[in-house]
Protein backbone atom coordinates (compact mmCIF):
# COMPACT_ATOMS: atom_id res chain seq x y z
CA UNK A 1 0.00 0.00 0.00
CA UNK A 2 2.52 2.13 0.84
CA UNK A 3 4.35 1.59 -2.53
CA UNK A 4 1.10 2.54 -3.76
CA UNK A 5 0.86 6.01 -2.46
CA UNK A 6 4.56 6.60 -3.12
CA UNK A 7 3.82 6.39 -6.80
CA UNK A 8 1.04 8.15 -6.81
CA UNK A 9 2.94 11.21 -5.28
CA UNK A 10 5.98 10.76 -7.85
CA UNK A 11 3.22 11.90 -10.33
CA UNK A 12 2.32 15.25 -8.41
CA UNK A 13 3.92 18.01 -10.26
CA UNK A 14 6.00 20.53 -9.02
CA UNK A 15 4.17 24.43 -8.49
CA UNK A 16 5.52 26.45 -11.11
CA UNK A 17 8.15 29.16 -9.90
CA UNK A 18 5.91 31.81 -11.40
CA UNK A 19 2.44 30.50 -10.27
CA UNK A 20 -0.65 32.22 -11.93
CA UNK A 21 -3.59 33.29 -9.54
CA UNK A 22 -7.39 32.33 -11.54
CA UNK A 23 -9.87 34.06 -9.93
CA UNK A 24 -13.66 32.62 -11.50
CA UNK A 25 -16.76 34.14 -10.05
CA UNK A 26 -20.36 33.45 -10.59
CA UNK A 27 -23.11 35.32 -11.04
CA UNK A 28 -23.05 38.28 -8.30
CA UNK A 29 -23.96 41.70 -7.88
CA UNK A 30 -21.14 42.66 -5.33
CA UNK A 31 -18.09 40.61 -5.07
CA UNK A 32 -16.78 42.60 -2.27
CA UNK A 33 -16.12 39.82 -0.37
CA UNK A 34 -13.39 38.32 -2.48
CA UNK A 35 -11.22 41.18 -2.71
CA UNK A 36 -8.78 40.62 -0.22
CA UNK A 37 -8.38 36.85 -1.48
CA UNK A 38 -8.56 37.82 -4.98
CA UNK A 39 -5.76 40.67 -4.60
CA UNK A 40 -3.27 40.80 -8.03
CA UNK A 41 -4.93 38.04 -9.57
CA UNK A 42 -3.46 37.13 -13.11
CA UNK A 43 -7.11 36.52 -14.65
CA UNK A 44 -10.60 37.28 -13.23
CA UNK A 45 -13.56 35.69 -14.82
CA UNK A 46 -16.78 37.79 -13.91
CA UNK A 47 -20.26 37.94 -15.41
CA UNK A 48 -21.56 40.84 -17.16
CA UNK A 49 -24.95 40.31 -17.51
CA UNK A 50 -25.89 43.75 -18.64
CA UNK A 51 -24.97 47.14 -19.55
CA UNK A 52 -25.07 50.39 -17.40
CA UNK A 53 -28.07 51.15 -18.80
CA UNK A 54 -29.76 47.98 -16.78
CA UNK A 55 -27.99 48.74 -13.77
CA UNK A 56 -31.21 49.13 -11.41
CA UNK A 57 -32.25 45.58 -13.33
CA UNK A 58 -28.76 43.63 -12.25
CA UNK A 59 -28.86 44.43 -8.70
CA UNK A 60 -32.84 43.03 -9.06
CA UNK A 61 -31.69 40.28 -10.73
CA UNK A 62 -28.50 39.79 -8.83
CA UNK A 63 -26.10 39.67 -11.55
CA UNK A 64 -23.70 42.42 -12.44
CA UNK A 65 -22.80 45.10 -15.23
CA UNK A 66 -20.24 45.01 -17.89
CA UNK A 67 -18.99 47.93 -16.08
CA UNK A 68 -19.24 46.81 -12.53
CA UNK A 69 -16.99 43.80 -14.02
CA UNK A 70 -14.37 46.38 -15.38
CA UNK A 71 -14.47 48.13 -11.99
CA UNK A 72 -13.68 44.80 -10.05
CA UNK A 73 -11.02 43.91 -12.08
CA UNK A 74 -9.30 47.40 -11.26
CA UNK A 75 -9.87 47.07 -7.93
CA UNK A 76 -8.26 43.81 -7.34
CA UNK A 77 -5.56 44.85 -9.99
CA UNK A 78 -6.08 42.01 -12.37
CA UNK A 79 -4.19 41.38 -15.18
CA UNK A 80 -6.59 39.63 -17.58
CA UNK A 81 -10.58 40.47 -17.16
CA UNK A 82 -12.64 37.44 -19.04
CA UNK A 83 -16.27 38.75 -19.61
CA UNK A 84 -18.92 36.26 -19.19
CA UNK A 85 -22.94 35.34 -18.56
CA UNK A 86 -24.03 38.05 -20.92
CA UNK A 87 -27.54 38.00 -21.21
CA UNK A 88 -29.91 36.74 -23.95
CA UNK A 89 -30.75 40.37 -25.36
CA UNK A 90 -27.36 41.12 -26.38
CA UNK A 91 -27.43 38.08 -28.89
CA UNK A 92 -31.12 38.66 -30.01
CA UNK A 93 -30.04 41.29 -32.55
CA UNK A 94 -27.54 38.85 -34.51
CA UNK A 95 -29.69 36.05 -34.56
CA UNK A 96 -32.68 38.59 -36.03
CA UNK A 97 -30.05 39.27 -38.65
CA UNK A 98 -29.10 35.64 -38.90
CA UNK A 99 -32.66 34.54 -39.60
CA UNK A 100 -33.25 37.42 -41.94
CA UNK A 101 -30.43 36.89 -43.94
CA UNK A 102 -30.91 32.98 -44.30
CA UNK A 103 -34.82 33.72 -45.01
CA UNK A 104 -36.22 32.91 -48.60
CA UNK A 105 -37.56 35.88 -50.62
CA UNK A 106 -41.10 36.40 -50.31
CA UNK A 107 -42.97 36.59 -53.80
CA UNK A 108 -45.06 38.99 -52.32
CA UNK A 109 -42.58 41.46 -51.71
CA UNK A 110 -41.93 44.42 -53.72
CA UNK A 111 -39.19 43.98 -56.01
CA UNK A 112 -36.23 46.24 -54.88
CA UNK A 113 -36.23 48.40 -58.26
CA UNK A 114 -39.62 49.21 -57.83
CA UNK A 115 -38.94 51.03 -54.61
CA UNK A 116 -39.67 54.95 -54.62
CA UNK A 117 -36.80 57.06 -53.47
CA UNK A 118 -39.08 58.45 -50.29
CA UNK A 119 -39.38 54.45 -49.26
CA UNK A 120 -35.64 54.29 -49.54
CA UNK A 121 -34.84 57.26 -47.46
CA UNK A 122 -37.04 56.39 -44.46
CA UNK A 123 -35.71 52.30 -44.99
CA UNK A 124 -32.20 54.04 -44.68
CA UNK A 125 -33.02 55.79 -41.58
CA UNK A 126 -34.30 52.74 -39.97
CA UNK A 127 -31.47 50.79 -40.85
CA UNK A 128 -29.27 53.66 -38.99
CA UNK A 129 -31.46 53.46 -36.13
CA UNK A 130 -31.10 49.74 -36.16
CA UNK A 131 -27.39 49.80 -36.61
CA UNK A 132 -27.42 52.12 -33.51
CA UNK A 133 -29.41 49.94 -31.31
CA UNK A 134 -27.57 46.37 -32.41
CA UNK A 135 -24.03 48.51 -30.83
CA UNK A 136 -26.29 49.17 -27.49
CA UNK A 137 -27.30 44.93 -27.71
CA UNK A 138 -23.88 43.40 -28.73
CA UNK A 139 -21.53 41.98 -26.79
CA UNK A 140 -18.91 44.42 -28.08
CA UNK A 141 -20.68 47.07 -26.12
CA UNK A 142 -20.53 45.52 -23.03
CA UNK A 143 -16.80 45.03 -23.78
CA UNK A 144 -16.23 48.83 -24.10
CA UNK A 145 -18.07 49.15 -20.83
CA UNK A 146 -15.78 46.81 -19.12
CA UNK A 147 -12.55 48.73 -20.61
CA UNK A 148 -13.41 51.91 -19.81
CA UNK A 149 -13.80 50.93 -15.48
CA UNK A 150 -11.15 48.43 -15.92
CA UNK A 151 -8.59 51.04 -17.40
CA UNK A 152 -7.07 48.42 -19.96
CA UNK A 153 -8.02 46.91 -23.33
CA UNK A 154 -6.77 43.81 -21.97
CA UNK A 155 -10.35 42.45 -21.77
CA UNK A 156 -12.17 38.92 -23.18
CA UNK A 157 -15.56 38.60 -23.91
CA UNK A 158 -15.90 34.56 -23.77
CA UNK A 159 -18.19 32.43 -25.99
CA UNK A 160 -19.52 29.02 -25.99
CA UNK A 161 -16.57 26.85 -26.21
CA UNK A 162 -13.96 29.75 -25.41
CA UNK A 163 -10.97 28.77 -24.05
CA UNK A 164 -7.82 31.01 -23.39
CA UNK A 165 -4.34 29.80 -22.32
CA UNK A 166 -3.56 31.93 -19.28
CA UNK A 167 -0.38 33.72 -19.95
CA UNK A 168 2.79 34.23 -17.35
CA UNK A 169 2.56 38.28 -16.26
CA UNK A 170 5.51 40.25 -15.32
CA UNK A 171 5.49 43.85 -14.12
CA UNK A 172 7.28 46.70 -16.16
CA UNK A 173 9.02 49.41 -14.60
CA UNK A 174 5.82 51.29 -16.47
CA UNK A 175 3.76 49.02 -14.21
CA UNK A 176 1.60 47.61 -16.73
CA UNK A 177 1.21 44.02 -17.64
CA UNK A 178 3.32 42.31 -20.48
CA UNK A 179 2.59 39.11 -21.18
CA UNK A 180 5.13 36.24 -21.66
CA UNK A 181 3.06 34.72 -24.01
CA UNK A 182 0.14 35.27 -26.37
CA UNK A 183 -3.81 35.10 -25.56
CA UNK A 184 -5.18 32.25 -27.41
CA UNK A 185 -8.66 31.45 -28.29
CA UNK A 186 -10.26 28.33 -29.45
CA UNK A 187 -13.94 28.06 -31.18
Known amino acids: ENEKNGDCLSMLRRVPENPRKVVLLGDNC ?3 EIVSAAMNADVVVHEATFSSALADKAEIAMHSTAAMAGAFGR ?3 AKLLVLTHFSSRYQLRFEV ?4 ALKEPNEDEEDEDEVDDEEESEEEEDQKKAAADDDMF ?5 RQEAIEQFGSNRVLAAYDFFSVNFPNFK ?3 SNST ?3 ST ?4 T
Open 30 to 32: DAS
Open 75 to 77: RIN
Open 97 to 100: LTNE
Open 138 to 142: SVDFL
Open 171 to 173: LSE
Open 178 to 180: QPE
Open 183 to 186: IESD
